[in-house]
């Protein structure tokens, strides 16, 4: 059974600062791995979507890669904001396009002015 | 519409009733999603839907538990004889068949029971 794992739960950091935040799988067959952000409250925003053959992925100040054999994930967020705020959660897809997402814990990340 | 819809944004309901929440996905996405979140925990699993079929419903936690997509789009999850335990957030999920397998989610239904 896929487990993921989210390291740390809870991260404090002041602005400006670069900070990176982890995700473990389990089970390395997967077919992709998406990140997303969830405000309080809210649903879940799409950040990030990695392929099982990509190594790593863009958007921004963001940016995630993935390290499949060693069942790892990274979302790097260069120069934090306070808007960059909220919790973010990592999920991965079984080796096939449209099987059910299974999700980390997440990370709740706090941006300090 | 742009994104994926859910009705209603809040809910709530007595121990015991029967309730009925809604999830309109973005247009042209075949699969479709249900998650619960309950608070501190990531999204879990409930039915997954490829068409008007359900193609894995392993994540409905008991028979009071079922949900519908009679003509591919629009899906209901239903619930009965509510339980406190029941309270969470409900997600719905759309994504396209194939290809590039994005998921989007949509606000999430707050489920109360009392």
């Known amino acids: 059974k896929q487990e993921v794992t989210q390291i740390p739960a809870a991260l404090s950091v002041p602005e400006g600062e670069n900070l990176v935040l982890n995700c473990s799988f389990t089970?390395?067959?997967?077919?992709?791995l998406q990140w997303f952000r969830q405000d309080p409250g809210k649903g879940l925003t799409s950040l990030l979507l990695?392929?099982?053959?990509?190594r790593e992925q863009t958007s921004g100040r963001l940016n995630a890669s993935l390290d499949k054999s060693s069942g790892r994930s990274t979302l790097y967020i260069a120069a934090s904001q306070p808007g960059d705020s909220a919790t973010y959660l990592c999920?991965?897809?079984?080796?096939?396009?449209?099987?059910?997402?299974?999700f980390g814990k997440g990370t709740r990340l706090s941006v300090i002015a | 519409g742009a994104g994926v819809s859910q009705t209603p944004s809040n809910k709530v309901t007595e121990k015991g009733k029967y309730v009925e929440l809604r999830c309109d996905p973005i247009?042209?996405?075949?699969?479709l999603y249900w998650y619960r979140q309950s608070l501190g925990q990531g999204p879990e699993f409930l039915i997954y839907?490829?068409?008007?079929?359900?193609?894995?419903d392993s994540g409905l936690p008991n028979d009071r538990f079922f949900a519908v997509r009679p003509e591919g789009s629009v899906s209901t999850l239903k619930i009965q004889r509510t339980e406190r335990g029941d309270s969470a957030v409900y997600l719905c999920?759309?994504?396209?068949?194939?290809?590039?397998?994005?998921?989007?989610f949509g606000q999430g239904t707050r489920l109360t029971v009392v």
């Open positions: 999920a991965v897809r079984r080796n096939s396009g449209n099987t059910p997402l299974v």
């Open positions: 999920a759309s994504s396209l068949t194939g290809g590039y397998t994005e998921a989007f």
């Open positions: 247009s042209g996405h075949t699969a």
């Open positions: 839907f490829q068409g008007t079929g359900a193609a894995d």
């Open positions: 990695i392929q099982s053959s990509q």
């Open positions: 089970d390395s067959a997967i077919y992709n």
